[in-house]
């Protein structure tokens, strides 16, 4: 079973960036679509961003495009967020979601533990 984990918990000021990684413990990322989710609180989970297996093919979801960029490193197992120009309403748990690629959770099998960002204004 594939286990994941996000790390680059952070506080951040609006306008700001911070990047979001995501590791396999156990398991391999190769093979699937790979996706980033966040909650904020009294909110149900959102798309933020998927990639293909590849790579080559990304979405975004339409409050994040031209600020966000995900990416994933197959070689390191890993996927990645990048977040510029932060704004407040992006504060929320990050989780990252590992399944066919695609904007609907119940596409992803897989899920992290979230990992927390904070946007100050």
């Known amino acids: 079973q594939v286990q994941l984990e996000e790390s680059g918990v952070g506080l951040v000021l609006a306008g700001g960036s911070l990047r979001l990684s995501c590791t396999a413990s156990r398991g391999s990322l190769s093979n699937y679509g790979l996706a980033w989710f966040r909650q904020a609180p009294g909110k149900e989970r959102e798309f933020v961003a998927t990639v293909s297996w590849t790579g080559v093919s990304t979405d975004y979801a339409d409050s994040v495009k031209g600020r966000f960029t995900i990416s994933r490193d197959n070689a390191k197992n890993t996927l990645y967020l990048q977040m510029n120009n932060l704004k407040p309403e992006d504060k929320a748990v990050y989780y990252c979601?590992?399944?066919?690629?695609?904007?609907?959770?119940?596409?992803?099998?897989?899920w992290g533990q979230g990992t927390q960002v904070t946007v100050s204004s």
């Open positions: 979601g590992e399944g066919a690629a695609g904007s609907r959770y119940h596409t992803y099998d897989y």
